[in-house]
T-cell receptor, first 116, second 114 residues
Framework: AQKITQTQPGMFVQEKEAVTLDCTYD???????LFWYKQPSSGEMIFLIY??????QNATEGRYSLNFQKARKSANLVISASQLGDSAMYFC?????????????FGRGTSLIVHP | SQTIHQWPATLVQPVGSPLSLECTVE??????LYWYRQAAGRGLQLLFY??????ISSEVPQNLSASRPQDRQFILSSKKLLLSDSGFYLC?????????????FGPGTRLTVT
């Protein structure tokens, strides 16, 4: 069965420093997608970054990068130069194929607090 | 550009009452549509997804149901709410295609069953 694990319930970081949020996954499918989403206190989920299972290079989007280690089945999110507005819940997600459709499954999330 | 609307934003309903949450997407055709529930401090639980009009797949058996009467409209319903139905309900859409794609979420509905 497909599974996403986020082992850090909460993380703290100083403003302008980098932070890594951990995510490991478990699947036997060769084709899957890995995603990170941000959920501010308002509740809306915001897509941050995507990594495909066949992608050779780590994905980057501005201050976000995804450290993809396929053999270890990990897909950690790195946020560089943290800002106060980065304080939020962060969810790792994976999509896998089921019945011809890509089905998403989410981790339990990590709460990030950025200190000034 | 695409936008997703979800209403109502908050809802307080007594146990045993019916429920109807609506979600609509603008600016795209034939999207995949999803309903999630998020309990307090927890991750997202996929409830239903749809790849086309009238095509609904249920991930978790419960007293909720979903319908897709139009291409860009997705409705979550219940005939009789339970206390355990309380939570934050999120609708999402994604492009259809041959590979995994990101999802775009609505603002959510906070449901409290009393």
């Amino acid at each position: 069965a497909q599974k996403i694990t986020q082992t850090q319930p909460g993380m703290f970081v100083q403003e302008k420093e980098a932070v890594t949020l951990d995510c490991t996954y478990d699947t036997s499918d060769p084709s899957y997608g890995l995603f990170w989403y941000k959920q501010p206190s308002s509740g809306e989920m915001i897509f941050l970054i995507y990594q495909g299972s066949y992608d050779q290079q780590n994905a980057t989007e501005g201050r976000y990068s995804l450290n993809f280690q396929k053999a270890r089945k990990s897909a950690n999110l790195v946020i560089s130069a943290s800002q106060l507005g980065d304080s939020a819940m962060y969810f790792c997600a994976m999509t896998f194929v089921s019945g011809g459709s890509y089905i998403p499954t989410f981790g339990r999330g990590t709460s990030l607090i950025v200190h000034p | 550009s695409q936008t997703i609307h979800q209403w109502p934003a908050t809802l307080v309903q007594p146990v045993g009452s019916p429920l109807s949450l609506e979600c609509t997407v603008e600016g795209t055709s034939n999207p995949n549509l999803y309903w999630y529930r998020q309990a307090a401090g927890r991750g997202l639980q996929l409830l239903f997804y749809s790849v086309g009009i009238g095509q609904i797949s249920s991930e978790v058996p419960q007293n909720l149901s979903a319908s897709r009467p139009q291409d860009r409209q997705f409705i979550l319903s219940s005939k009789k709410l339970l206390l355990s139905d309380s939570g934050f309900y999120l609708c999402a859409w994604s492009f259809t295609g041959t590979g995994p794609t990101e999802q775009y979420f609505g603002p959510g509905t906070r449901l409290t069953v009393t």
